[in-house]
């Protein structure tokens, strides 16, 4: 009778582990997938605002829908290199929010 106990606690106690390693392996995928979407983001802005800054400093003396097209041109063609696909209307977005906080950390320098 105490071996059955002991298998079957033995049994229980290797069912846990299993469960619990699948939870824990779920967990770390799913926190790796957040992280690396989150640096992925990171960088996705890193070059929109790269790109913003230097449709300002070379095509400066342009006006602002043609400084645009240029700042999309770099920035699709940077993006494009590292194989990151962004949607027109993101990609808009987020130059738009990049503008929108240079001129406020700039203002009438920009």
């Known amino acids: 009778m105490e ?3 002991f298998d ?4 229980i106690v290797k069912l846990t582990a299993i469960v619990l390693a699948g ?6 995928k799913n926190w ?7 640096q992925e983001i990171k960088t ?3 070059i929109v605002e790269d790109g913003v800054l230097f449709a300002q400093q070379v095509y400066g003396h342009l006006d602002g829908p043609e400084r645009y097209n240029e700042a999309i041109k770099r920035i699709e063609s940077i993006l494009n290199e590292r194989g990151i696909e962004v949607s027109k209307d993101q990609l808009d ?3 738009e929010a990049t503008v929108k906080a240079l001129k406020s950390e700039y ?3 920009w």
């Open 3 to 5: 071996g059955l106990i």
């Open 8 to 11: 079957l606690l033995t049994e």
């Open 23 to 28: 939870f824990t392996i779920t967990a770390t």
């Open 32 to 38: 790796l997938k957040s992280r690396f979407e989150e």
């Open 44 to 46: 996705i802005y890193a």
């Open 93 to 95: 977005t987020m130059i």
């Open 107 to 109: 203002g009438d320098l």
